[in-house]
């Protein structure tokens, strides 16, 4: 099995390390990730110059773009060969809810998708990081899962794994994204140079995360499956619209 892996937490993150070290017993591990921090660059796609593309002494391809750069290249140019899946992670942090439409780890594992690659994106939920493992345990389960029953059409799979020890998770749950609170107010700040500048607030906390729900399941300590999709219409707005419209 042919794997590629990208991130948004770049080349040099202990969880995208740790997760090819895990899928490596699965398949044929390749790495193409961001060369610096991209986390909330989205799908961003870089246009307006030529991307580099550099090998670590581990192996690892690194490239000075976002993590949909990443995927894109590799699945159209890069690698001779198109991947039987992509996994992005492991990204550290929650991506549920509305953290999904900013993820650069998300956008990684949707332009995975997009391209006809069934496609992963592995987070860990919290901020110490202390069981990539458990999560480099699940994304291996689930990539063998993949190469033991194949879905028969691209597939889109948001995880989210809290940080615990694998023997503490209390399962797999498949689930609807939530929803957050708003988030929080900018905060502003003086720079050295006597300017005015701005840190972005933080994510709100949940506000939908009743049963069936990412957040609710790993507050509950089991593994979040979301499958995600890319058809952004709203359906149930179309009379709406052309009611406004007609006046």
């Known amino acids: 099995m ?3 892996i990208s991130n948004d937490d770049g080349y040099f993150s202990p969880g995208i390390t740790v997760l090819a070290e895990a899928l490596r ?83 990684a594992a949707t332009e995975g998708f997009l391209l006809g690659v069934p496609s992963i994106a ?11 493992a458990t999560a480099a345990e699940v994304a ?27 023997a503490d998770l209390r399962g797999v749950e498949v689930t609807r994204l939530g929803r957050r609170h708003k988030a929080e107010p900018v905060v502003r700040i003086t720079t050295p140079r006597g300017e005015t500048a701005y840190w972005i607030g933080a994510a709100g906390g949940a506000a939908d995360a009743g049963p069936g729900t990412d957040f609710y399941a790993v507050e509950n300590g089991r593994v979040s499956v979301t499958p995600l999709q890319i058809d952004l219409t709203f359906g149930a707005q179309f009379a709406v619209v052309r009611d406004w419209l007609s006046r």
């Not at 389960?141 to 194949?150: G, I, L, T, Y």
């Open 2 to 4: 042919r794997i590629l």
């Open 25 to 107: 017993a699965a398949g044929e591990v390749t790495v193409v990730a961001p060369e610096r921090d991209r986390s909330g660059a989205s799908n961003s796609l870089t246009l307006d110059r030529p991307l580099s593309v550099r090998q670590a002494a581990n192996g690892f391809f690194f490239v000075n773009g976002t993590p949909t750069d990443c995927v894109h290249l590799a699945v159209t140019g890069l690698l001779d060969f198109l991947p039987d899946v992509v996994v992005s992670g492991i990204n550290l942090g929650a991506n549920m809810g509305d953290d999904t439409i900013y993820s650069g780890t998300v956008a």
């Open 122 to 132: 592995v987070s860990l939920v919290g901020k110490a990081g202390r069981h990539h």
């Open 140 to 166: 291996l389960q689930m990539v063998e899962r993949f190469r033991r029953a194949p879905m028969g059409q691209p597939v889109l799979l948001n995880v989210n794994v809290p940080d615990n020890p694998s």
